[in-house]
Each structure stands twice: as structure tokens, then as C-alpha cells.
């Protein structure tokens, strides 16, 4: 009875004062609930990068908005990035967290996935680089890559380690895809034990786990897959600027940067995903006032120390992106041919099985 | 090492901590207790809690967590037949036959002695192997793994007791509801017909509880009464001790189970649910005399349980070693480690030896508290089966529904929860043991994934891996002992009361 008469008194308030309160960035949010949307389960990463910019955000939007983060787990994600296309209103009120390859996901239009990125404004964002090692006998010097054959290559979810992939292809190498994998923790596990001949993991797992085992020369460093600026050049991983990234390799051995369609798809795939491997959207149709004190939000809670403290592990290192910095995951969404999308889909389709909408 | 040791026992000794390792405890006794809901409920409530806590201070919470589900969760199992949690499944085969005997208090603190020394099995073994492990976990590869797969579908024969071949059907039924959902090697989806809901495939909670919970509340609804039959009501008031003592005089059966539990642990892809029930499996066929295994044989109770408490600290070490968590509770677990800026892997061993061992020791103390806590409610939580279940049936109905529901909170859950009760209640009544199903049920989506990997990794040749021929060997003295003892038996004249076996 009480929630029910809370419930009338809240509406009552929304048709009288409506529109001013609705106009006002400063009081959009005043004593109301934002649901954050995580479609994978507690404990991923995204999951804790979601958490944690919810622990923080809600004391920095005007208004002081209590933050809710829930889990909507199941079908890979698709049951909550569906949930947040159909069943929620664009008010502002609810939030989505995706990660870099739910993002390539939407980008691409997976079947079955009926959120889309062109619904979607992003608030917030956390990148992430990859690296990329190989097992060190099978390479003396960094031209015998060039050389490699049927080489193993684990693969969990095909989108989920696209930019590996894509890799591997720009740079002609020929391997065999091993399925079945669960993460990239187990493809791990399998490079250690020696069953897979090559491995890409996320920065922090590479320099825990990956790194020791380069040290005691059991494993090697190929590359980093790193970013590109607009025009193609290679942009270093800012938390390992010493590995050189693929394209970089591949021109110390061939005289020059990759080029063909699996070296165009690399470069949308791994800036697309590694930019936002934790991204906090809001749908771009949301009251301007709602996006705008979201903004704000992000703004202030940037600059606040205790959160950039704890987010020292979750981060990685990495900066994070709102307001201006996220032109360059508008700029890599907006600037991508449809020509290279439709052989990004067909090579994930052709060679994986993917099955996409349009 | 030993100075590391002491001083993380220090390090845990401050009263914040060990009250943080405390309410661990208590809600890791929470969650286990009610059914459906395991370690990974418990974790999943606390984790938001934990950015900005002193990191022994979350650490110890959790391992609290974790140290008390397995020992919790079987007084569902033991009082109902229900299973607590996905690690106390084959504690129901001989516990609930205690209980129907009016020995439920003696099969619980036989369980809860054995989870006590489990458990500190598990917690020494994890200090002990853990700068060693490496190279075990790593010999476990796709082909050896497939093997210990194919090794939980003999237990089936087992489990089956002298009716093999509805055993074998209802293993057969569970492969195939298994491999309903996402395939494991393929992006493709097996009998989905469209819905999202079946992506994932069902839900092992689900299954479990709608087979094994469902049936036993329409049962004992309909027959009346309590669970324990009054007639053997003379029976409980020394039943407590009688326990302790059962697990004192089995002590090196629970050594043994500990073992296997810690190894069962250690390698990433075995699950509790497969730990358990191989556990079970491993004790019916070793023992000489074996007529009242699934009637009610306390070693039944002990084997499973000594080991799914060791296997938890066996479990730690792939997830510390590797960052490859060897369950969801224990991928939460890494997700907490994250948060505190913990990366698992090798160098945490050589440079955060104070870390681990707080570990260690959270998950000893942690056990112990767990243990007497259970060892003293047990006595006044037994006196349910003697209530009558008409008063008990809607609080524990109402509990599975919300274990059920909350795995993935779609309505679907309840769907799949009756269509599993159905399922389970006409298995029941036609004399179809549901284990293997179960069985089947877990390991369809493993066997065909390590089968595929090591076909596609090695060729033919994994078939001649040392290791494979050894599991090999096994599983065929297994099968075939398990025949010849059978046609043995065969001769003895049929024991009656067979349909109450779950």
C-alpha cells in the first residue's frame, strides 16, 4: 500500500511540476533511481567496470540519484541488451553497460541482437588493449611469423576475440581455429600447456600471467594490437609502450603497413573494441536534460580523486573516456565503410558460423 | 614460508577482519541452507560491498563465503532430499534415507565431522601443493579431461543399482536435454525453436531441484505425516553422537575422500556437481559390502561430503594460479580479486605470500566456524522431520520457487522448474533413477567439447596419451567390476523397498 501511494504521490508531482523539472538538467534526476543495465554476469569484467563507475556516478549527477547496477544475464548478453532496446523507457532512468565486443556485436547487427548503437549515446567509457604472444620455439626471429604454418588458434565466441583474428589475418598468418573455449582464460591455460601455439589476452592477464612465462623463455611477445589514428598510422598501447604493435611488425618485415580488407576490418574492429571494452550508454532519444546532467555526472566524477583511486586496477592503467574524448568512438563508428562491415561480417560468418541480421 | 604464515595469521587476527570472516560465514550458512542458492548467491550479494574494504578484510568475507556453503548446504539435502546447493547433490542418495529413518541427526553431524576435516584437508593441501601445481594442472589437457568425462558417465553404472538399463536410459536423457542451447564448439543453437531463453541451455539449479525437489514434496504431501517415519522416532535422541562417531571410525575413508576432493578441485572444468558425485561413485565401488548403499549407508553421507569441503581449497588453485576459475562462485571470486587489484597468476604466489595465506587461513577458520555452527544447529534443525510436513511444505516450495527464479530471473525459470518436476516425479514413480540423468545432464557439453578439442589439437594421437589409457583403465575395471558384482548379487534375493531409492 505504501509503495503504491509513494508511486501516486511521485506521478502526481511529475504532472504538475512536468515540464520545468524535465527541462532542468540540475533537477532531472533529483531523488529518483537509475537502473545500470550489465548484461553479463557478476564478476567479468564488465561487470566491475559497470559497478564501479555505478558506485561513484550517482554522487556526481545533479540531483544525487541513488545508482542501481543489475545484472540481466543470459544468451551472451543478448537478454539484456534486448531488454534495454524493448523494454525500458528512453527516459534517462535506465543505463546499459556493454563491452567492447557487445559493442563490435551491435555495430554489426548479430542476429537476435535487437539493440543497435545507432539508438545509443555513450556517456562513459573504459579502454582496453590486447597483446599478442606465440610459443617460442616456433619462431627464431620475427621474419620466421611471416613463414608460420597451421599454426593452433583457440577460439571462444568469434566476436569476442575479433581483433585477434582479424590480426592474424592482416597479417597472412595461417592457423587452425580450435572451438570451445570458454574465455580467454582457458585459451590461456591451453597456450601454457602447449596445445595452443598462439594466444591474445587482455593487458592485465598478459603482464601477470603471459609475461612470466616470456621471462622464463617458454613464450614470446608477437605484438600488441594497439590503435590507428584516422589515417591508418599505428597508435602504441599506452600501457605497454614498448611492444610494437602488428601493423609495426608487419612493416619491419614487409617494408610497409598491411593493406587489404583484413587489415581495414582490423583497424574498425580494434579501435571499436578497445576503446570501450566498458562502455555506459544511454538511449540518444532520452530527454536532452536526462544526457545532459548524465554528462555533467561523468564530468565531476572524473575529477574525483577517491574514484580515480579505487579505479586503479579496474582501469588498467587506462584513461578514461567521456564528454569530448568519446569523438573518437563516434569518429570510428561513423567513419567505417559499409564495405568493410559487410567483409567483416562475411569473414565471421564464412569462417565462423556467425550469423548476422542484415 | 612458515614466517609468511604466521604473519598472515596476524594479518587475519584483527577483530574487523575476523568479524568480516565471521559474517562470511553466517551468510555463507544462509545461502547454503536454502536451496538453489549456493556460493555463488552469497558472493554475488556481497560484491558490491567490497570496492574501497581493506583487502584481507573482503578476501577473508568471501572465503567465508566460501568455506561455509558446502558444509550448509546439506541439511536441505540430508532433512528434504532437496539439494542445497550443486555440490550436495549425492549427499541425498544415502542422507535422506538416514532421515526417512528417523537418523537424521546422526547423518548430519557425520556430514559436518567429515566437512570439518574436508575442509582442513583442503586448506593444508592448497598451502602445501600450491607452488607445485603448476605442472599438475597443466598435464590435464582436452584429451585427458575428455577422459575424466567419459569416467562421470560410468559412475552411472553405479548409480544405477541393479536397474542399468533405465540407468542408462535416463543418462542417455540427460546428454540429450544437455545438449540443448549455444553448441560448445560451434555458433550454433540446438533446440532453442527460437527462444532466447534456451540459449544458455537449462540451468543446472533448475534441473536439479525441479528433479529431485518437486517429486519429494508431492510425495510426502500426499502420503501425510513428517519426513521421518514415528516409528523409528526412539532412534533420534542419540543419533547426534552416533555420527561423530560414524565419521571417527571411517577416518580414513574421509582422508581418502579429501583427497580425491582436492585433486577433483584442482583441475579447472570439473565442477562440484561431477566432484560429488564421482566421490559417491568411488566410495559405493570400493566398499566390500555395498546392499545398503541408497538406503541409507552413513559412508555414503561421509565421502561425498569430506570432499566437497577439501575440494574448495583444491578449487583456489587454478583460480589463484591460472586466474581460471574452476566454477561461477569461483569466477565471482576472481571478479573480487580484481576489484582489490589482485592479479591471479604466478608472480601472486611469489610476491603475495601474505595474501595467500590469509586465504588459507580464512578457509580453515572459516570451515571450522562452519562446521560447529551446522554441528550445533543440526540437532534442533533435525527435529523438523519429525514436524508435520503440511506445516513445512509452502515454506520450502516457496524457497525453491525463489531458488529457482533468481538464476536468471526470466519467467521461464518456472516453466523449466515444472516441466522438471513433472519430469522427476514420473522417473520416481517408474523406478528411473534420476542421478544419471543428472549426470548425463552436466557432462553432455564437456564430453563433446574435450572430445572435439582433442581431435582437432592432437588428431588420433590423443588416444595414446599415458594418461588417457590410465583413465581408460579405470573406467573399465569400473564398468566391469561393477557387472560382475552385480551378477554376484544378482543371486541374493531382492531387498524390498526399493521404490523409496531416490
Redesign the interface.
Known sequence: MRLTSTALATLALGISTGPGLADDPETYFEDETIRVIIPF?????T??FG??IS?YLGEHIPGNPTVV?E??????G??GA?EYANAVDSDGYTLFTASGHMNLRMFLGLA?LELSLDALEPIVAGPMGHVTAIQADLIDEPEDIAELDSI?KGVT??VGLVEALLAVEAFGIDY?A???YDGR??T???F??G??DITTQGT??Y???VM?LVEEGTAQTLWAIGFTDADGNPVRDPAVPDIPTMPEVYESIHGELPSGEAWEAYQVAANLVQNTRGTMWVHNDAPEAAREALHMGVASMVEDE?FLA?G???LAGYEIMHGDGLEEVNRVMEESPEEVLDWMRDFLTEE????FDN | MIEAMIEALFILLDPYRLSMLFLGVIIGIGVGILPGLGGLMGMALLLPFLFGMDTYAGIALLVGVLAAVPSADTFPSVLMGIPGSSGSQATIMDGYPMTRKGQAARALSAAFLASMIGGLIGAVALSAVLPFARPIVLAFGAPELFMLTVLGLCVVGVLSGNRPLKGLVAAMAGLLVGAVGGAPVAPEYRYTFGSLYLFDGFSLVIVALGLFALPEIIDLLARGGSIARRADKGAAGTGWWDGIRDTMSHKWLVVRHSLFGVFLGFLPGVGSTITDWLNYGYVVQTSRDKENFGKGDVRGVIAPEAANNSREGGALIPTLLFGVPGNSAMALFLGAMLIFGLQPGPQLVARDLDLLFVIVWSLAIGNVLGTALCLVLSRPIAMLSYVPFVYVAPFVLLIVILGAYQESRHMADLVALLSFGVLGWFMKRSGMPRPPFLIGFILSGLAERYLWQAYSIYGWAWLMHWMVIVIAVIAVVLVVSGVMLKGSAQGKPQRPGKEDAP
Open positions: 554476469s557478476s564478476g567479468g569484467g561487470d566491475t559497478r564501479y558506485e547496477a545484472n540481466v544475464t543470459g544468451a551472451g543478448l537478454m534486448n537476435d593452433t565466441d568469434p587452425n580450435i572451438p570451445g582464460g582457458d590461456r591455460v591451453a601454457e600447456r596445445e595452443l592485465p592477464p603482464l601477470s600471467n612470466p577517491d579505487a586503479e586496477e579496474v565462423f558460423g556467425v550469423e
